[in-house]
């Protein structure tokens, strides 16, 4: 059984930056990919960005250039960086891991 644990939502300005975290409570972790998805009220959950074990990322083309998928195995974690944010990135975003989710964090963009 994998725990996830997301943090680092909340509401910000359109233009401004956010860094959310992930922290998973297996200690294996790093041979997994990860990815974060997020869905916004009515709309179905999407993929947002993942990252494979070896590091290879893959983006939303509606967040290239804006976003940023990272981890640290050391630390159990993986991170979103996310510049530039715009009214449309509002959602409860979730980090994901094989079959196992996390409960969520809220990012709201006001225009």
């Known amino acids: 059984q994998v725990r996830l644990v997301e943090s680092g939502g909340g509401l910000v300005q359109a233009g401004d930056s956010l860094r959310l975290s992930c922290e998973a409570s297996?200690?294996?972790?790093?041979?997994?990919?990860m990815g974060w998805f997020r869905q916004a009220p009515g709309k179905e959950r999407e993929l947002v960005a993942a990252?494979?074990?070896?590091?290879?990322?893959n983006y939303a083309d509606s967040v290239k250039d804006r976003f940023t998928i990272s981890r640290n195995n050391a630390k159990d974690t993986i991170y979103l960086q996310m510049n530039n944010l715009k009214p449309e990135d509002t959602a409860d975003y979730y980090c994901?891991?094989?079959?196992?989710w996390g409960q969520g964090t809220q990012v709201t963009v006001s225009s």
């Open positions: 994901n891991c094989a079959s196992w």
């Open positions: 297996e200690r294996s972790f790093s041979v997994y990919a």
């Open positions: 990252i494979a074990r070896g590091g290879a990322t």
